[in-house]
């Protein structure tokens, strides 16, 4: 690869090979000017047959923009590509004088193309003794000279952009000049074993396991502490399987041992209430999780399945049932605890109120405290839920015949 003087160097190379084998070809240009300004400054202040190279476009290489550099990196390590580019010129000629005659100009294009026909493929000697301390000849890549066609669309525009007259020209594509990235390159440590006791590669003949459904008990539409859900879907097992729980608000997620299905194909999981389990308060939070299930046989890597949603309700207690019409103050403590940055809203009737206050205790086994001040509320028994990162809280009783608003969800309003 080569250093940030490529592209100098690839024009200078340029002009002094036109400049060297022009007048060799044609002996009338032995006074030959070969310069390299922007097309409308070209003939300023020069009267003698001249060849004007400009480098008027710089292109990214598609080819190489992707690819490793050959010797740089091994398979499995990487570094950056190298800056691939692909130069555009474009060379107008004129004649001597103030005549400036078509047919010296004419004979002075036709030896710089016959020039670049000839040599189209720089030399690294050339490009060495262009420009001091450029590298453009050590690349991996050979610098190629091409004929660019142009349409008259195409030289129109140029040359409206040069802001110039036309003048009969030719189009040439330099390709490729890599310039090497100064990014670290990362090259990790060869293998010494392929997984424990140096096994290798581990091949399963079963399938993992594939849940298709999550059915909540009583149909509802979240899951409380101290309920069970059903799992439905392939390749269940219980035999070396967890059921993993995971959240955005918990630090790591939940494993826990499922339960045999009462069908073919299901699984039970039981999210154990703070009765059974005295750290519940704190092990979970209200909210959205994902549920998987993950085979972990002996010896062999684990299997995970597809995730189905899951939406773990709140669980509230009221700090008073009645109250007079008005300003009413709302006391009430919520399990699971709700963790920081947690959005949290009180739905009071059919009305959204956030929080005046909200606190977890020191002790991790006790709730999380809200207090909500609701205003001006006439009198009638109003139904309350908690709604915390999108997932209410459950404000029906199911142990009569019917299902009917729990009376301790509701404050009544004299």
């Given at each position: 690869?080569?250093?940030?003087?490529a592209?100098?160097a690839?024009?200078r190379?340029?002009?002094?090979?036109?400049?060297?084998?022009?007048?060799?070809?044609?002996?009338?240009?032995?006074?030959?000017?070969?310069?390299l300004?922007?097309?409308?400054?070209?003939?300023?202040?020069?009267?003698k047959?001249?060849?004007?190279?400009?480098?008027?476009?710089?292109?990214?290489?598609?080819a190489?923009?992707?690819?490793?550099?050959?010797?740089?990196?091994?398979?499995?390590?990487?570094?950056?590509?190298?800056?691939?580019?692909?130069?555009?010129?474009?060379?107008?000629?004129?004649?001597?004088?103030?005549?400036?005659?078509?047919?010296?100009?004419?004979?002075?294009?036709?030896?710089?193309m016959?020039?670049?026909h000839?040599?189209?493929?720089?030399?690294?000697?050339?490009?060495?003794?262009?420009?001091?301390?450029?590298?453009?000849?050590?690349?991996?890549?050979?610098?190629?000279?091409?004929?660019?066609?142009?349409?008259?669309?195409?030289?129109s525009?140029?040359?409206?952009?040069?802001?110039?007259?036309?003048?009969?020209?030719?189009?040439?594509?330099?390709?490729?000049?890599?310039?090497?990235?100064?990014?670290?390159?990362?090259?990790?440590?060869?293998?010494?074993?392929?997984?424990?006791?140096?096994?290798?590669?581990?091949?399963?003949?079963?399938?993992?396991p594939?849940?298709?459904?999550?059915?909540?008990?009583?149909?509802?539409?979240?899951?409380r502490?101290g309920?069970?859900?059903?799992?439905?879907?392939?390749?269940?097992?219980?035999?070396?399987?967890?059921?993993r729980?995971?959240?955005?608000?918990?630090?790591?997620?939940?494993?826990?041992?499922?339960?045999?299905?009462d069908?073919?194909?299901?699984?039970?999981?039981?999210?154990?209430?703070?009765?059974?389990?005295?750290?519940?308060?704190?092990?979970?939070?209200?909210?959205?999780?994902?549920?998987?299930?993950?085979?972990?046989?002996?010896?062999?890597?684990?299997l995970?399945?597809?995730?189905?949603?899951?939406?773990?309700a709140?669980?509230?207690t009221?700090?008073?049932?009645?109250?007079?019409?008005?300003?009413?103050?709302?006391?009430?403590?919520?399990?699971?605890?709700?963790?920081?940055?947690?959005?949290?809203?009180?739905?009071?009737?059919?009305?959204?109120?956030?929080?005046?206050s909200?606190?977890?205790?020191?002790?991790?086994?006790?709730?999380?405290?809200?207090?909500?001040?609701?205003?001006?509320?006439?009198?009638?028994?109003?139904?309350?839920r908690?709604?915390?990162?999108?997932?209410?809280?459950?404000?029906?009783?199911?142990?009569?015949?019917?299902?009917?608003?729990?009376?301790?969800?509701?404050?009544?309003v004299?």
């Amino acid at each position: 690869m080569s250093n940030v003087l490529a592209i100098a160097a690839a024009t200078r190379t340029l002009r002094n090979l036109l400049l060297a084998q022009m007048p060799a070809l044609d002996t009338e240009l032995s006074d030959l000017e070969v310069t390299l300004q922007p097309p409308d400054l070209a003939r300023k202040g020069i009267s003698k047959a001249q060849l004007n190279l400009f480098l008027y476009q710089v292109v990214g290489n598609a080819a190489w923009s992707n690819l490793d550099m050959p010797g740089r990196v091994r398979p499995g390590e990487s570094a950056p590509p190298a800056l691939a580019l692909n130069l555009h010129y474009l060379i107008t000629a004129w004649g001597r004088g103030e005549s400036d005659s078509e047919a010296l100009s004419h004979r002075v294009l036709a030896a710089a193309m016959s020039t670049l026909h000839d040599r189209a493929v720089l030399d690294g000697n050339d490009i060495r003794n262009a420009l001091p301390d450029n590298d453009l000849a050590a690349q991996v890549e050979r610098v190629r000279i091409t004929l660019l066609p142009q349409s008259i669309e195409e030289l129109s525009k140029l040359w409206t952009a040069f802001q110039t007259n036309y003048r009969v020209s030719a189009a040439y594509e330099a390709t490729v000049v890599l310039i090497d990235s100064q990014a670290a390159a990362r090259a990790p440590l060869p293998v010494l074993r392929r997984g424990p006791q140096d096994r290798g590669v581990i091949a399963t003949a079963g399938a993992a396991p594939v849940l298709d459904t999550l059915t909540y008990p009583r149909a509802q539409t979240a899951l409380r502490l101290g309920e069970n859900i059903v799992l439905g879907g392939r390749q269940l097992s219980t035999d070396h399987a967890l059921v993993r729980l995971s959240s955005l608000r918990l630090d790591t997620p939940v494993d826990l041992p499922p339960l045999a299905g009462d069908a073919a194909g299901t699984l039970g999981v039981r999210l154990a209430d703070t009765v059974e389990d005295t750290d519940a308060a704190a092990r979970w939070a209200p909210g959205i999780y994902t549920v998987a299930l993950l085979l972990q046989p002996p010896g062999l890597p684990p299997l995970l399945s597809n995730e189905l949603p899951l939406v773990l309700a709140p669980t509230i207690t009221l700090g008073a049932l009645a109250a007079a019409a008005g300003d009413i103050a709302v006391n009430l403590t919520c399990l699971p605890r709700i963790r920081d940055g947690q959005r949290v809203y009180l739905l009071f009737g059919d009305r959204l109120v956030t929080p005046q206050s909200m606190s977890n205790p020191a002790d991790a086994h006790q709730p999380t405290a809200l207090a909500f001040q609701v205003p001006a509320v006439s009198a009638g028994t109003y139904t309350l839920r908690l709604r915390v990162d999108g997932a209410d809280s459950i404000p029906v009783d199911y142990s009569g015949s019917v299902p009917a608003f729990a009376a301790n969800q509701q404050v009544v309003v004299t």
